[in-house]
């Protein structure tokens, strides 16, 4: 059981997948392999932060992906649905388990080292880690390894795995006592809106424009009753009397016609 995980992760990505990847976040085939190379190694630490040989517990996400990242024996990693947005919703569940404290500073380190923005860099962990995860839970079944069996691998490896996380780094970083309180799935939703908050928005929308159509309505309305009333008070005659109406049909027309406006 001395299989080099991090190696095995590597030599899955092809370059088909960097490509895939490249093209979804808007970045050059280059960058991407060298964001990956930071993002695997820290996806093995947190595994590894938050388990004991003593005490291994699958994490909550590690059955989100079963439907998104479905069970293959193909070796290479899968990049057909990061297209879809089932994908990166249950990527978030993902990331929100693995990254909290240290979730910044992993973004500044990827920009860094692969010379992208911090936006496509939050990109490429976004889309990598779920990919990584979902391609390791596979290389397990494969190999029809139990939870603590991996647990026991990454063990083996640490020394490897701590060398090849980012400066600044550490497994202390991962470790269950060191999460904050705040809500960081909710922060990922926060930045990356979800199609039902999209909808909503243009619902919103909608409403105001409605109200607005429905105060000019009303004062159209009244305006108009405004000028009919004014057009009344102003009128040199509203009720003819009897032998003008006789001579006169024209004002009695004029006068009916001022009272059908009222």
């Not at 997948?17 to 093209?23: F, G």
């Not at 909550?60 to 990061?82: Q, R």
């Given at each position: 059981?001395?299989?080099?995980?991090?190696?095995?992760?590597?030599?899955?990505?092809?370059?088909?997948?960097?490509?895939?990847?490249?093209?979804?976040?808007?970045?050059?085939?280059?960058?991407?392999?060298?964001?990956?190379?930071?993002?695997?190694?820290?996806?093995?630490?947190?595994?590894?932060?938050?388990?004991?040989m003593s005490s291994s517990e699958k994490p909550i996400w590690w059955n989100a992906l079963d439907s998104?990242?479905?069970?293959?024996?193909?070796?290479?990693?899968?990049?057909?649905?990061?297209?879809?947005?089932?994908?990166?919703?249950?990527?978030?569940?993902?990331?929100?388990?693995?990254?909290?404290?240290?979730?910044?500073?992993?973004?500044?380190?990827?920009?860094?080292?692969?010379?992208?923005?911090?936006?496509?860099?939050?990109?490429?962990?976004?889309?990598?880690?779920?990919?990584?995860?979902?391609?390791?839970?596979?290389?397990?079944?494969?190999?029809?390894?139990?939870?603590?069996?991996?647990?026991?691998?990454?063990?083996?490896?640490?020394?490897?795995?701590?060398?090849?996380?980012?400066?600044?780094?550490?497994?202390?970083?991962?470790?269950?006592?060191?999460?904050?309180?705040?809500?960081?799935?909710?922060?990922?939703?926060?930045?990356?809106?979800?199609?039902?908050?999209?909808?909503?928005?243009?619902?919103?929308?909608?409403?105001?424009?409605?109200?607005?159509?429905?105060?000019?309505?009303?004062?159209?309305?009244?305006?108009?009753?405004?000028?009919?009333?004014?057009?009344?008070?102003?009128?040199?005659?509203?009720?003819?009397?009897?032998?003008?109406?006789?001579?006169?049909?024209?004002?009695?027309?004029?006068?009916?016609?001022h009272l059908l406006c009222l």
């Amino acid at each position: 059981m001395t299989n080099n995980i991090i190696k095995t992760l590597q030599k899955s990505f092809t370059d088909k997948s960097y490509q895939d990847i490249s093209k979804y976040v808007d970045i050059n085939p280059e960058s991407t392999k060298n964001g990956l190379k930071v993002i695997i190694p820290v996806v093995l630490a947190s595994i590894l932060g938050n388990n004991t040989m003593s005490s291994s517990e699958k994490p909550i996400w590690w059955n989100a992906l079963d439907s998104e990242y479905p069970y293959t024996e193909d070796e290479l990693v899968m990049t057909e649905n990061i297209g879809n947005s089932s994908f990166l919703v249950k990527g978030r569940e993902v990331l929100s388990g693995m990254f909290r404290a240290n979730h910044d500073d992993l973004i500044a380190y990827v920009s860094s080292v692969a010379g992208i923005q911090k936006e496509k860099a939050a990109g490429l962990i976004e889309v990598g880690v779920p990919l990584i995860a979902g391609y390791l839970k596979n290389w397990m079944r494969r190999k029809n390894w139990t939870f603590k069996e991996l647990i026991e691998n990454l063990i083996e490896n640490k020394a490897t795995i701590i060398g090849s996380l980012p400066s600044g780094i550490s497994l202390s970083n991962f470790g269950v006592a060191n999460k904050p309180t705040n809500n960081f799935s909710k922060t990922i939703e926060a930045q990356i809106p979800s199609s039902t908050n999209i909808k909503k928005k243009k619902n919103n929308g909608l409403m105001w424009f409605g109200g607005l159509l429905l105060v000019a309505l009303i004062l159209y309305y009244f305006m108009g009753i405004k000028s009919c009333s004014r057009n009344l008070n102003t009128d040199d005659m509203l009720v003819p009397e009897i032998t003008q109406v006789i001579d006169s049909p024209q004002l009695y027309e004029k006068s009916v016609g001022h009272l059908l406006c009222l």
